[in-house]
C-alpha cells in the first residue's frame, strides 16, 4: 500500500521528459499507458514548501513563478516543456488571437480565479494566512449560489446571462463555475447532453465578441424530449425525460500528474480489496448496522477518450481524474479548457463550439483560421498539469506524522487533537498514512490504535 500511494516523481518525471521531446514530433503520446511501478524506484512525493506553495506573480506567470509550483527536482528541460502552457493558462485572450466568439472566460485562469470578496473578508477577519495570489493551482471562484431563474434565460435579448452578480436573490449570483445542461432518463440511467442548443450541453455566457449573446438553457417548449410538458409529480416527460441541469467547478491542479501515474492494476486492486462485509472505513464491524454489506467501498469508473480529442483512444480505459473519475487522460481536459470553456481550435479539437443562439447572428462570427492553438500548447499544458506538485503538510500535522506514535492521544483542545479528530471523521489511521507519506517513517502498525 505504501509503495501505491507514494507515487514516484520517477513516473511523473518519465512522462514530462517525454513531452519536451515529442512537442516538436508528429507523434506525440496522446493516450499513455502507465505500467506497474517499479519499487526500487518508488519513493515518497516531493513537495513545495508550504511558505512559498501558490505564491507567484501577476499574469501571465513565468519561468521565475515555477519555483512555486512544480516539484523542486524538474529539470531545466522539464521547466522549459511547461512554460508555453503556462504562459496561455494565464494570459488574457482576445478574439483576435482566437478566443471564442462562444466562451466561458478570457484565458485558462478565468476557472481557478478565488473569490476575491470572500479571500478578503476571511483574512482580514481569521488572519488564515490565505494564499492571495492566483495560479493553476487555485480552485474556482464562488462568491454565492447561481440562480439558475436569471441566468438560464433573458427576455430581453433571448439569450442567457453570466453569473457575475453577487445578488443571487434578485439577479444572477456569481461564480467561476460553469453550467451544464441537458435530459435523463432514469430508465436507462442515460443522461443526454443538448447538443443541437450548445456543444456538449454546456452553457457558454462570456462571449468574446459583443454582438454575440451568452448561451441560454432551452425552455421545456423547446426540449424535443420534453415534448407535451412534465408530469408536476414526477417531472416525467412522456418520453421518460426530466430536465438536469449542474454546475461543475475547477480544481486546483496539484498532483494530477502523480494521479495519472497511477497503475490501473492498484486502483482495481483496491477495489476488489475493498469487498468486504464491514460497514466502515474505520474497519470496525458493526458500528452501522443499518448498512449492509460494503457501503463505504468506491468503484473505479471506465471510458474512452477518442469523444473528448482527436486522436483519443477507443478502447474502455479505467478512469483516473474528472468528477467520479470519469477521464481516464490528461488530455482530454486540456482540450476542455482550450476549446470547450476558451473557444479555441487545435489539431486535437478543430471545431468551434456551437451556439444555436448565435447561429447567422450578424458580427458574430469567428475570424481566425482554424487551428488557432498549435499542438504544442496542449501538450504544454499537459505536462504543466503533470508537474505541479502537493505543497508540504501544515505544521501541526508534518510535526505530529514525524512523531514516534501519531495516533497517541494529544491534549484535549490542542490543535494536534483537532488534527486526529479530523483523521477520525475520515477514518484515516495516522500510523499508516504516516508510513505512506514520510521519508523514512515506518511506525509499527500494531501501535496504530492508542
Known sequence: MSLRVSCCIALVSLFVSAVSILAAAPDVD?????????????????????????????????????????????????????????????????????????????????????????????????????????????????????????????PATGGGRAPDNVDAINNTGKTAAFTLFGDFSPLTNAFTALAQFSTGGVQRVRPSLDACLPDAIPSIAQDPNLAGGVDPTTFLSSLGF???????????????????????????????????????????????????????????????????????HTDKRVGHLGLRAAGPTLMQFMIGG????????????????????????????????????????????RALMRLIAPPEFGKTL??????????????????ERMAQRGAELFGIDLVAFANRMIPGAEVPLTRSRP
Open 242 to 312: 426530466r430536465r438536469t441541469t449542474g454546475e461543475r467547478a475547477a480544481p486546483p491542479y496539484i498532483g494530477r500528474g502523480l494521479i495519472e501515474a497511477v497503475f490501473d492494476g492498484d486502483i482495481l486492486a483496491n477495489e476488489a480489496a475493498e469487498k468486504t462485509a464491514i460497514n466502515t472505513s474505520l474497519g470496525q464491524a458493526g458500528d452501522f448496522p443499518e448498512c449492509s454489506a460494503d457501503c463505504v467501498a468506491g468503484r473505479h469508473n471506465e471510458n474512452t477518450s477518442n469523444q473528448a480529442f482527436v486522436g483519443g
Open 30 to 154: 496522446l493516450n499513455p499507458v502507465v505500467g506497474p511501478p517499479d519499487p526500487a524506484k518508488l519513493q515518497p512525493v516531493e513537495r513545495v514548501p508550504r511558505v512559498s506553495f501558490g505564491l507567484v506573480g501577476s499574469f501571465p506567470l513565468g519561468e521565475e513563478d515555477l519555483k512555486a509550483l512544480v516539484f523542486p527536482s524538474a529539470t531545466e528541460e522539464e521547466r522549459a516543456a511547461v512554460l508555453e502552457g503556462l504562459r496561455f493558462f494565464t494570459t488574457p485572450h482576445t478574439e483576435p488571437q482566437g478566443l471564442g466568439p462562444v466562451a466561458n472566460q478570457r484565458f485558462c485562469l478565468g476557472c481557478h480565479m478565488n473569490s476575491v470578496d470572500v479571500l478578503s473578508v476571511l483574512s482580514r477577519e481569521r488572519n488564515n494566512q490565505l494564499v492571495p495570489t492566483v495560479s493553476p493551482a487555485s480552485r474556482a471562484a464562488r462568491s454565492t449560489p447561481t440562480n439558475f431563474g436569471f441566468t438560464a434565460f433573458n
Open 398 to 415: 508534518l510535526l505530529m506524522l514525524q512523531s514516534p506514535n501519531p495516533a497517541a492521544p494529544r491534549p484535549r483542545g490542542t490543535p
Open 338 to 381: 482550450s476549446n470547450g470553456e476558451l473557444g479555441f481550435t487545435s489539431p486535437l479539437s478543430p471545431n468551434e463550439p456551437f451556439s444555436a443562439v448565435n447561429v447567422n447572428r450578424a458580427g458574430c462570427a469567428n475570424t481566425v483560421p482554424s487551428p488557432e492553438l498549435p499542438l504544442s500548447t496542449p501538450v504544454s499544458l
